[in-house]
């Protein structure tokens, strides 16, 4: 399983990004494995901000909610995370993840980050 994240950049406070996670593999599906976007900022331990399970529902953190949706489009096999009304605290590297669990054995795969930048 390969995740190709994108669609970070620089804002302003009160402004939008679309991050996209692309997930490559076969027979990995989107649609089938619960799918994570973590977020890392500088100095910080990396944490959990947004889910969507196999069956589609979502989670997300406190923080974010009201302002964060996850989702996803099982014809591309992507998943998204629609970041409005940022805040300068939602500044770091966002990470798309999902895991596999084989023979009781957990994997966890990660996409590559990309850099969200809001300024105040």
């Known amino acids: 399983v390969q995740l190709q994240a994108s669609g970070g950049g620089s804002v302003q406070a009160g402004g939008s990004l679309k991050l996209s996670c692309y997930a490559r593999?076969?027979?990995?599906?989107?649609?089938?494995?619960?799918m994570f976007w973590y977020r890392q900022a500088p100095g910080k331990q990396r944490e959990l901000v947004a889910t969507?399970?196999?069956?589609?529902?979502?989670d997300l953190i406190n923080s974010v909610k009201g302002r964060f949706t996850i989702s996803r489009d099982n014809a591309k096999n992507t998943v998204y995370l629609q970041m409005d009304s940022l805040k300068p605290e939602d500044t770091a590297v966002y990470y798309c993840?999902?895991?596999?669990?084989?023979?009781?054995?957990?994997?966890?795969?990660w996409g590559q980050g990309t850099q969200v930048t809001v300024s105040s």
């Open positions: 969507i399970s196999s069956g589609g529902s979502t």
């Open positions: 993840n999902t895991y596999l669990i084989n023979r009781g054995t957990r994997t966890d795969y």
């Open positions: 593999g076969n027979p990995f599906r989107v649609s089938r494995n619960a």
